[in-house]
């Protein structure tokens, strides 16, 4: 809301624990200023409740027209093995890695519900493949069906929305040595693949500007970086890139959603929530 497009977001984020931290020694002060930050704070997730239930309804022709340019600018037999890898790996991640972290770190509860949960902020990052445009619904569903209380969801999910792109460098890494493959007729060293998933999750941390073309951006970085000669060779991917942003926005949804499930279990500030009383 106050930092435009987000360029600020890291500065303000390092800000606020710091004045955190200032405040730890004068109780009095802290109390007082709480008050004030609080009523901030429940003020701007009334105004971004509204935001997401408005915003379900731009969703629908979003996806419509993410449908159409998928159908029409996108040629699945070339990129057909692009998308049935990278799709694959995420299903995995997805369906099968975060529901075991979140059974075996979050309580050993049954994790389903929480992956039901995720439902909603998943579909509004796969259509948009904005990090951004999802976090205020992965919000929502975080406190009102996981049962994330403010003091961990009002700190996680903006952290973890700026910093945990996880998903997006692992995207980034799987196309880019698709890419390299079909690129050049030389076979890619360990020392190679290391490398590029090295620099795709190191330049992850330098993502918060482009909350929605991540990928795109890291595959240009690592074309650049990689080897002389190769720079453009991201652009074979171009038309693929709404789905590949998708994909990985995607994920780091689901990235974020299980930090702050296991993060409120271990500090104990989750509710149980029965399954019929989700939004």
């Known amino acids: 809301v106050l930092a435009g497009d987000g360029r600020h977001l890291l500065p303000v984020v390092v800000l606020a624990l710091l004045v955190g931290a200032g405040l730890i020694r004068d109780k009095r002060f802290a109390s007082l200023l709480a008050d004030v930050f609080d009523g901030f704070a429940r003020l701007f997730y009334r105004l971004s409740t509204v935001i997401v239930e408005t915003i379900a309804v731009l969703l629908v022709a979003l996806t419509a027209a993410l449908v159409y340019e998928s159908g029409t600018a996108i040629d699945y037999g070339f990129y057909g093995q692009l998308f049935l890898v990278v799709g694959f790996t995420v299903a995995v991640i997805i369906l099968g890695i975060y529901p075991l972290l979140a059974y075996l770190l979050g309580g050993r509860w049954n994790p389903f519900p929480w992956l039901y949960g995720m439902v909603a902020p998943g579909l509004a990052a796969l259509a948009s493949g904005d990090v951004f445009f999802s976090t205020p619904t992965l919000m929502r569903v975080g406190r009102e069906s996981h049962g994330v209380k403010r003091s961990v969801g009002g700190v ?73 000669g190769i720079g453009d060779a991201f652009l074979i991917v171009m038309p693929a890139i709404p ?15 299980l930090i702050g499930y296991i993060a409120a279990h271990q500090h104990r500030e989750r509710e149980l929530i029965e399954v019929t009383d989700f939004i």
Request: charged share 5%.
């Open 243 to 257: 789905i590949l942003g998708g994909l990985g926005a995607l994920l780091d949804v689901f990235t974020s959603g």
């Open 156 to 228: 996680v999910y903006p952290v973890a929305a700026v910093l945990a792109r996880g998903g997006t460098a692992l995207v980034a890494a799987m196309t880019f040595v698709l890419v390299l493959r079909s690129y050049s007729p030389l076979e890619l060293a360990v020392a190679d693949v290391l490398w590029i998933g090295g620099a795709a999750f190191g330049a992850s941390f330098l993502l918060a500007t482009v909350p929605a073309h991540g990928v795109l951006v890291l595959l240009a970085f690592m074309s650049g970086a990689f080897r002389a």
